[in-house]
C-alpha cells in the first residue's frame, strides 16, 4: 500500500469511528477517532509529494493547521471553539498562499467573488443573531474562508488541478454544518453530513499536491 493509500485508510476508518462516537455520544471513541482521522490526511499529503515543493509544503502546513483546530474543536468549551476557529483560519491562510502562487484567471476569479460574498453575507445575517458575541472571529473567518474560494476558483480556471477549487468549495460547504451545529440547531445530523464533507475536502486538497508537482 502506498503511502497516500494508507492515509486515505486511516482517514475512512478515523471517520467512520467518528461518526459513530458522536451517533451514540461516546466522548472516548471521538477523542480517539477525530485526531486518528485527521493524521490520516497529513499522512496522505506526505504521500503525495508534499515535502518535494513549495506548494505542497504550504499545502501541509494548511492540513496541519486543519488537524489542530479537530482536536481544539472535540472541546465544548468556548475557548477550544476559539482555538479552533484561529487555527482553521491560518489553515486558510495556507492554502490562500498556495492557490494564490499558481497561476490565476481574474475574470473567473471576479466573477466567482461577486457570486460568494453575497451568499457568505446570507450566511453571516444567519448566524449572527446566534452568536452575538462571536460576530467580529466569525466575520473575519468569513472574509478569508472567500478569499480561499475565490482564488480557488481563479486558479481552477487557469488550468489549476480541479482538486483545488472542489476542495475549497467542499471545505466552505462543511463549515456550515459546523456553525449551524455550534450556534444555530445543535444536533448529529450536521455531523452526519458535515464530517465526510470536511474530511474529504482535506484529502481532495492533499491529492492536488501530486497533481500540481506533475
Known sequence: ?????LGELMTGVGLVGLLFGEWKG?????????PFASLGFIVAAIGFGALDSRYGNIV??????GAIGDVCLLGQAKQYFI????????????YVVAFGGLPTRLTPALIAAAVITPLLALIARWVFPHA??????????ML?????????????AAGAPWMIPVGALMFTASDIAVVRDRFV???FMNRLWGLPLYYAAQLII?????????
Do not use: Q
Open 185 to 187: 440547531a445543535p444536533g
Open 132 to 141: 452575538p458575541d462571536m460576530r467580529v472571529p466569525i466575520g473575519i473567518y
Open 26 to 34: 461516546l466522548p472516548t471513541v471521538r477523542a480517539v477517532s477525530k
Open 144 to 156: 478569508v474562508i472567500a478569499a480561499m474560494c475565490v482564488v480557488a476558483i481563479g486558479a481552477g
Open 60 to 65: 501541509l502546513a494548511g492540513l496541519v493547521l
Open 83 to 94: 482555538a479552533g476557529l484561529v487555527s482553521f483560519l491560518l489553515g486558510h491562510v495556507a
Open 1 to 5: 500500500m502506498t503511502l497516500n493509500g
Open 206 to 214: 492533499a491529492w492536488s499536491i501530486m497533481a500540481v508537482n506533475a
